[in-house]
């Protein structure tokens, strides 16, 4: 995770192996980052986006899910 995101919020459902977070970014930039950053690692399956929202000081709450293959969580 890039240094600039934060989760203050996940959970995880071991049977659908997905977990769901919510999290803030200091930019739409920087989320689009940890996005692909996300989508480029090999234990993940698939990646979500959800709703995102600017907030007045400039930072992008959001939430997100993630799927692990099924190899990861045995």
Known sequence: ?????????MSLAVASREI???????????LAEQLE????????EKVSMG???LMD???????MSFIFKPELIK
């Open 37 to 44: 950053i996300f989508n480029q690692t090999p234990e993940i």
């Open 57 to 63: 000081d400039g930072t992008v709450h959001f939430s």
């Open 20 to 30: 769901k977070v919510d999290g803030s970014a200091s930019s739409y930039n920087i």
């Open 51 to 53: 709703d995102s929202a």
């Open 1 to 9: 995770t890039l240094p600039q995101v934060y989760y203050p919020s």
